[in-house]
């Protein structure tokens, strides 16, 4: 009897967990069902987009293409009249100094021909009438840039005293008189200065901007940079040596000589200082600044 009842539990236990599994199983089956069918409509979704997408493309380029065609045709269709029509240039009027006033100082040229102009910069350190015009200065502008430009050079001589020290005359340079008796020399040599000068440059092209606008200060810091190069051994940018020589000539005359080395000059450059010098030259400046008497001088 009691084998009878433990099968009995057996099976009955067995039928009920076979049921319970066979539900699960079951509900199993059609969850996942379910998902194949909403993974297979999303997948028809996203074919359909894809081809919504080509086909939108396609309409896309061909209407680029129709838009393109139809702006060439447009362009091609266009009367000759629409497009602007070439105005000459005003004929020089010499009423206001225009062709060649015979009887002014002065005339017009266009400003594209500036750069190709050549005229005398600076004067005892101040702007010439020429430049001053040329660029068609108001008086506030001329003061103004006459004060730069006074600044900026004595900045640079200070300097140039501070960095000078007095030296022998190099001995490959005592031949330089050609022929003549070298009586006496001063020597100097100066240290490079384009660290400072260069910052006082671009200090100084900055406040030309601010006062005469960025095309008038281009061709004028255009400009300096040329007259500096030639007459200012452009501010003392490399190292330098100087020197003063008196030499008697073979009648007796006495004769002063200039020379100077740098990387422009080479080894030596001389020449022979005449009664004619620039007073507001380098050669001056230095001959003053070193005690030197100038031909001409009393």
């Known amino acids: 009897m009691k084998k009878l009842l433990l099968i009995l539990f057996v099976v009955c236990l067995t039928s009920l967990i076979w049921t319970r599994q066979h539900a699960r199983r079951h509900s199993i089956i059609i969850e996942n ?3 194949a ?14 081809a919504a997408r080509e086909n939108a493309t396609r309409l896309s380029d061909a209407a680029r293409a129709q838009l393109a065609t139809r702006q060439a045709a447009l362009a091609e269709a266009a009367p000759v009249t629409n497009r602007p029509a070439f105005v000459p240039p005003a004929a020089p009027d010499p009423a206001h100094q225009g062709g060649w006033p015979t009887t002014g100082t002065y005339l017009y040229i266009p400003k594209q021909y500036l750069t190709n102009t050549h005229y005398k910069l600076l004067e005892a350190g101040r702007l010439t009438d020429d430049a001053a015009t040329l660029l068609g200065m108001s008086a506030a502008e001329r003061s103004a840039v006459d004060q730069l430009y006074s600044g900026l050079l004595s900045q640079f001589r200070q300097l140039e005293i501070n960095n000078m020290r007095r ?6 340079w005592e031949g330089a008189t050609f022929g003549a008796k070298l009586e006496s020399s001063v020597a100097c040599q100066i240290s490079g200065l384009a660290a400072e000068m260069d910052a006082a440059r671009q200090a100084m092209y900055q406040q030309l901007q601010q006062t005469l606008g960025s095309s008038r200060a281009q061709l004028l810091d255009q400009d300096t940079d040329a007259y500096l190069r030639e007459h200012m051994d452009t501010l003392g940018a490399d190292e330098r040596t100087i020197a003063f020589m008196t030499a008697t000539e073979s009648d007796g005359s006495h004769a002063i000589w ?3 080395a740098d990387p422009r000059h080479g080894g030596g450059s001389f ?4 009664p004619d010098l620039a007073p507001d030259s380098q050669i001056a400046y230095y001959a003053n600044l070193l005690g030197v008497q100038l031909p001409g001088q009393q």
């Open 33 to 35: 069902e379910r998902l």
């Open 37 to 50: 069918a909403r993974m297979d409509a999303l997948a028809a979704r996203a074919r359909e987009a894809d």
């Open 167 to 172: 030296i022998p005359l190099p001995e490959s």
């Open 258 to 260: 200039y020379g100077i």
């Open 271 to 274: 020449q022979r200082v005449g």
